[in-house]
């Protein structure tokens, strides 16, 4: 059985702080190029085929702003 | 599989809680204040409290944390919020009572309020940021700066002789009779930040049992008073404040 | 008849905030006050009414937990002297700037400084003017009989609810300390949780019900306009409570040629000043202000025009006389005799000043 996650961003929210980025096991997600309205370039799913699901992003965010999804196939 | 085919509602698994407000929080990027609030909230969800706790917010940064947790809040004068709690768990005693605190204002300013609200072993919950700097007035040295360490009242690094020891006020507080949990946490890994949770829930949970005070102090960062990324934030309290200021229970009973 | 109990005045405080449904009294021992405090501490009424008692670490503790009982809704109070007041004046003005109820009794004495533990009635200015930080203002009471300190404690927090404002008895050591014969009132219950709900549910931290918002007690606004306009309402409340709630008596006025002013103990010494000089023909009246702010003003005005000199006697180096001459306004001649470190004027003395005054 494999899992497969994904997870969504609250962009206009995200600070672009990155300490989410050294949690993830997968190297999913990356801080993009483009930035939103404030100027900060926020998280997005870099390789989403990646995620798991694993939360971990989620649970270190200071801003709240990611949300994860997870389905086991 | 698509991406829009996991992101559905029966699939979610992790998100804000709705006992935080939609606000966009003050709070500098990165700034351990937002997870510290993230996961009161998620605690009073969980506790299905939300209509039965009392938030007393300090002066210094936080001071704005009312803006962040749908729930009553009461804002202190610099210092005095276990005062505050005081009477307010002790008029209600069927209400959680909790101060949000920072160094400078639990501390220094705050040091015979929260000793004697621990001493008399009020039934409330303290949550300490330690962040070794005065965020809100611009990065001046708090009691629990390190030695060493360069702040704006501090610029040549904090010398004992001129500036005193960093105060591990935490310690202090567990020698109290009227502590029941005093523990000292961090939220810079995912698994520091469940540790922590599992710590406010304890301590909120304490505090409708009769026990006394519980106190967490959670060792944080301020990126913007330490001149360093969130990032090397981490790291740098990693490997400069847990030597001095050690994670983990110091008294549960 | 109403049952009548000798008491001190310090005591009677105590009695009376039992009496009248108070939840919560936060205190730190000073003299000459204290038996406020130790009078609760031995009535016990948390077995009784469930009032809550503590013995603070500080003054500055009391006045914060009365902030924060006071931002649940809660009837409480504290008392102090002179140099506890000043450590709360900055709980005063948080109390203030968040429009909170509350009770503070400063039983005076002399300072500045550690000052004396003999009475005086010197901080009029702090008390009537301000004290803490920012442009508030403090309805102020001042008792001039044990009775007064009795009955001032619910006349108090009906004030502090009526206008959601700190209100301050200001008696002095003589009044503290002396006993005299206090009728008890009906006693009043502590408020329900329902009554709690239905009078302060929209700004008061109950707890969040799930039909309202959390509310925020707060007294910061950094912005600007948001600061100007909250302080605009406030001076409107207060000139509501300068048109509304000025309170005085007066004694032998409506014949008067020559007028005393005087508050709290002074005004009851006063009364016998009145009396030697009507002996020797002279028609003295006193008027005693009971609200110190809001000041009785207009009462004082409209005898102005009827008198030949007004004198102003206080324990104190002359502050309330700065007021008397702002409302006098050159009309009369206004003068001032006050002693200060605890010694009480006699009547004879202040006679003999005020005949002195006279024919200058």
């Known amino acids: 059985m494999a899992i497969k996650g994904a997870i969504t961003v609250d962009t206009e929210k995200c600070k672009g702080c990155g300490v989410c980025i050294p949690t993830c096991p997968t190297d999913t997600i990356a801080l993009s190029k483009e930035v939103n309205s404030k100027g900060y370039n926020y998280l997005y799913m870099a390789n989403p085929e990646n995620c798991t699901g694993c939360t971990n992003c989620a649970t270190v965010c200071p801003d709240a702003v990611i949300t994860v999804y997870r389905v086991k196939i | 599989m698509e ?11 992790y998100g804000k809680s709705p006992v935080l407000k939609d606000a966009v929080m003050h709070y500098c990027p990165g700034c351990s204040h937002g997870t510290v609030h993230k996961i009161i909230a998620e605690v009073i969800e969980e506790m299905d409290i939300q209509d039965k706790t009392i938030g ?39 209400k959680y009572v909790f101060t949000y605190q920072g160094d400078g204002d639990l501390a220094s300013i705050g040091t015979a309020e929260i000793m004697h609200a621990c001493n008399r072993g009020e039934n409330i919950v303290v949550i300490f940021i330690n962040n070794a700097i005065y965020g809100m007035t611009g990065g001046q040295m708090a009691p629990t700066t390190l030695l060493g360490q360069v702040t704006a009242t501090t610029p040549y690094g904090r010398d004992a002789k001129l500036n005193g020891f960093p105060l591990k006020i935490t310690e202090l507080i567990a020698q109290l009779e009227g502590t029941c949990y005093v523990t000292r946490q961090s939220v810079q890994n995912p698994a520091a930040v469940r540790k922590t949770k599992r710590a406010i829930r304890k301590a909120f949970e304490n505090s409708m049992m009769d026990k006394g005070t519980s106190f967490i102090e959670v060792v944080s960062t301020c990126n913007s008073g330490w001149k360093l ?25 | 008849m109403a049952e009548k109990i000798l008491m001190k005045g310090n005591e009677a405080i105590a009695y009376a905030a039992i009496n009248c ?15 406020v405090m130790e009078t609760l501490m031995a009535e016990k009424p948390w077995e009784t009414t469930g009032m809550v008692v503590l013995q603070a670490e500080s003054e500055t503790s009391s006045i914060n937990m009365v902030y924060g009982g006071a931002c649940c809704g809660k009837k409480v109070m504290t008392s102090s002297s002179s140099p506890g007041i000043s450590l709360m004046c900055e709980g005063l ?18 300072g500045p400084g550690l000052g004396t533990i003999q009475p005086s009635q010197s901080d009029y200015f702090q008390a009537t003017k301000g004290g803490g930080h920012g442009d508030y203002r403090t309805i102020v009471l001042a008792p001039s009989s044990v009775q007064d300190m009795y009955d001032f404690v619910d006349l108090g927090f009906e004030l502090a609810f009526k206008y959601r404002n700190p209100v301050m008895i200001l008696g002095d050591g003589v009044i503290g300390q002396m006993m005299e014969k206090v009728e008890l009132r009906p006693a009043k219950p502590r408020r329900t949780e329902e009554e709690l709900r239905a009078l302060c549910d929209s700004w008061a931290t109950l707890g969040k019900p799930a039909s309202r918002p959390g509310n925020i007690v707060t007294s910061l606004a950094l912005d600007a306009d948001v600061m100007e306009r909250f302080n605009i309402h406030l001076q409107k409340k207060y000139s509501t409570i300068e048109a509304e709630e000025a309170r005085y008596e007066t004694y032998k006025t409506e014949d008067a040629d020559h007028l ?49 000199s007004i004198m102003s006697v206080e324990l104190n180096s002359g502050q309330m006389v700065e007021d008397v001459r702002r409302i006098a306004a050159g009309r009369v001649p206004v003068h001032f005799y006050g002693r200060q470190g605890g010694a009480i004027p006699s009547p004879e003395e202040i006679y003999e000043v005020f005949v002195k005054n006279i024919k200058k």
């Not at chain 2, 001095?244 to 009973?253: C, E, H, N, S, T």
């Not at chain 3, 449904?21 to 038996?35: K, V």
């Not at chain 3, 103990?265 to 003295?284: F, H, P, T, Y």
């Open chain 2, 56 to 94: 007393i917010s300090p002066v210094g940064c936080s001071v704005f944390a009312y803006n962040y947790l749908e729930i009553d809040w009461q804002q202190a004068a610099h210092g005095r919020a276990p005062a505050l709690a005081t009477a307010t768990k002790r008029l209600m005693p069927d």
């Open chain 3, 260 to 308: 005393i002013v005087a508050f709290g103990c002074m005004s009851r010494i006063c009364e016998n000043v009145v009396e030697l000089a009507r002996q020797d023909g002279i028609k003295l009246g006193v008027l005693r202000p009971i609200t110190l702010y809001p000041y009785p003003e207009k009462a004082l005005d409209a005898l102005v025009p009827q008198m030949k």
């Open chain 2, 229 to 253: 990324s969130p990032v090397a934030a981490n790291t740098w309290m990693e490997e400069n404040m847990f030597p001095f200021y050690p994670l983990g229970d110091i008294k549960d009973r």
């Open chain 3, 21 to 35: 449904g108070c939840d919560g009294y936060f205190g730190y021992p000073i003299t000459p006050q204290s038996e």
């Open chain 3, 93 to 110: 003005s948080y109390l203030a700037g968040c429009e909170l109820p509350c009770l503070v009794v400063n039983v005076m004495r002399g």
């Open chain 2, 3 to 13: 991406i829009n085919d996991i992101i559905k509602p029966e699939n979610k698994v």
